[in-house]
Structures are given as C-alpha cells and as structure tokens.
C-alpha cells in the first residue's frame, strides 16, 4: 500500500539524487512514479512495485500521498517549500540530505538507483510532457488488454 510515509521517503530519497534545484509537487509526483515503474519507462529491468496491469490506477491516487508526504518533509526541516505564482517548489535541506544518505536499505539503494536513471532518461521534460508520458503509457497499455 502506498501511504504517505512511504511516499515521504521515497521524495527524500528521490531529491537527494537530484540536481539540488526547486521542484514542484507534479514533477516530483511524475518522477517518482517513472522511477517505481522503472521496467515500464525503460530505464532498468525492473518495477519497484510489481508487475501489476493495474500500476496506472495508483497514479491517479498517489498525488494525496505525495502531497502529504511532501508536506510532512517540509514541517521537519528535510526540504524547503518556496511559494511562488505557479504554486510551491521543493528543495531538499542538508539535513534532509544526510538522513536520506543514512537510508542504506537494498530498496532504498536500488531505488536511488532507478531515480538516478530516471532523471538522466526524463530529467529535463516538464511536468505537464511527463503527465501525459504516464497516461499515454497507460492508454497504450488499455489498448494492449483490449485488443489482447
């Protein structure tokens, strides 16, 4: 199940190995879902999460999750929350950093990992180019089922 405790981690995990800049909660939400799905979106030979047809439902939910987690972040001093017209952006803290690189679990290894391979393949595409990534995914794959 994805909570939002587990998405508090994996976002602390996910910007300790990003280029240290200001992300808004979509992109992260993209990324993290690109780097859970990694076999998918053909930066590695695996998904983080399973296998599961049904991987692209949870995409719809997990933007709570990401929220709450992010948040959560931000109350402990891991990442700073800068306000601006466009919304709010985060950026991961020194403190944020060192917890995160005290995370030393084969999931949260591997998970760097995939996040690292994420950024290189979709790093520089816009929240809105990564959006429509994922539900083109997910219609290519309804049409999969479908035509059998």
Not at 41 to 56: A, E, P, Q, T, Y
């Amino acid at each position: 199940m994805n909570t939002a405790a587990e998405a508090r981690y994996r976002l602390l995990l996910l910007l300790s190995v990003l280029p240290k800049a200001e992300y808004s909660h979509s992109w992260l939400l993209c990324l993290d879902f690109i780097t859970i799905y990694g076999a998918t979106f053909g930066i590695s030979d695996v998904n983080l999460h399973g296998d599961s047809r049904m991987k692209f439902t949870e995409y719809a939910t997990r933007g709570i999750e990401v929220n709450q987690g992010i948040r959560t972040l931000a109350m402990s001093g891991w990442v700073t929350a800068t306000a601006s017209k466009a919304g709010f952006t985060y950026r991961i803290t020194e403190s944020g950093q060192t917890f995160a690189d005290d995370l030393q679990t084969s999931y949260a290894k591997i998970y760097r990992l995939q996040a690292s391979l994420a950024y290189a393949k979709y790093g520089k595409q816009s929240a809105a180019d990564l959006d429509a990534l994922i539900r083109g995914k997910a219609l290519s794959m309804q049409e999969e089922d479908l035509n059998g």
